[in-house]
């Protein structure tokens, strides 16, 4: 089990029932505002100090899960700092991990550098389902990402995804609904 991960980030799809569905059969790592669906998970992530800043005393509260950052200053007391490489193309093999253009992204090179073997992803939607952004929907004022740069994290999910079959590391898009095809497609029943 421990070098299998799950990893749950926030499209559209993301629901409850997928995030029940894994507890226990793998490691889990949440991002950003998921962890309200799986406040069971090992690990919290996300790339923004001001998320954190934002969510740090509710996580605190109502979670045991360990909080990762990956934002390159910024340091606190609880959460522990993996800073990301900003100008990795794809992923760090060693290391560290990259900025992956976004939370999910860099949450997957997380999997890796914490030993992944095969990696389940949910809620990777790579798109708005109409005026829902996330499964929680916006996230409040100055965190809200206005334009999501889909087009050119698609890029960088797709060297991602060479980085991993050359690794031999499977990873399983098991989304509800995606725009990515980089990631082998399965159902997640079939797969965990």
Same mark, same amino acid.
């Given at each position: 089990?421990?070098? =299998?991960?799950?990893?749950?980030?926030?499209?559209?799809?993301?629901?409850? #029932?997928?995030?029940?569905?894994?507890?226990?059969?793998?490691?889990?790592?949440?991002?950003?505002? =998921?962890? $309200?669906? /799986?406040?069971?998970?090992?690990?919290?992530?996300?790339? @923004?100090? @001001?998320?954190? #800043?934002a969510h740090l005393d509710e996580?605190?509260?109502?979670?045991?899960?360990?909080?990762?950052?990956?934002?390159?200053? !910024?340091?606190?007391?609880? +959460?522990?700092?993996?800073?990301?490489?900003?100008?990795?193309?794809?992923?760090?093999? #060693?290391?560290?991990?990259? !900025?992956?253009?976004?939370?999910?992204?860099?949450?997957?090179?997380? /999997?890796?550098?914490?030993? /992944?073997?095969?990696? +389940?992803?949910?809620?990777?939607?790579?798109?708005?389902?109409? @005026?829902?952004? $996330?499964?929680?929907?916006?996230?409040?004022?100055?965190?809200?990402?206005?334009?999501?740069?889909?087009?050119? !994290?698609?890029?960088?999910?797709?060297?991602?995804?060479?980085?991993?079959?050359?690794?031999?590391?499977?990873?399983w898009n098991c989304s509800r609904?995606?725009?990515?095809?980089?990631?082998?497609?399965? #159902?997640?029943?079939?797969?965990?």
């Amino acid at each position: 089990m421990s070098d =299998t991960w799950v990893v749950m980030a926030s499209g559209p799809s993301m629901c409850k #029932e997928d995030a029940d569905y894994v507890r226990g059969k793998a490691k889990v790592i949440v991002v950003n505002t =998921t962890f $309200r669906l /799986a406040r069971w998970a090992d690990l919290v992530y996300s790339n @923004d100090h @001001d998320w954190y #800043e934002a969510h740090l005393d509710e996580l605190r509260e109502s979670t045991e899960s360990t909080f990762w950052c990956g934002h390159p200053t !910024w340091r606190h007391l609880y +959460v522990r700092s993996l800073p990301f490489d900003k100008t990795a193309p794809g992923l760090v093999r #060693e290391g560290g991990i990259a !900025w992956g253009m976004n939370s999910g992204g860099a949450a997957l090179n997380l /999997a890796l550098y914490l030993g /992944a073997k095969k990696i +389940v992803m949910l809620g990777y939607d790579q798109g708005w389902d109409g @005026d829902k952004p $996330r499964w929680h929907g916006r996230h409040p004022g100055a965190l809200q990402n206005q334009k999501p740069g889909f087009h050119r !994290w698609a890029k960088w999910y797709e060297q991602a995804a060479k980085d991993f079959r050359e690794m031999g590391v499977q990873v399983w898009n098991c989304s509800r609904q995606t725009t990515l095809t980089c990631f082998d497609r399965a #159902e997640l029943r079939d797969v965990l």
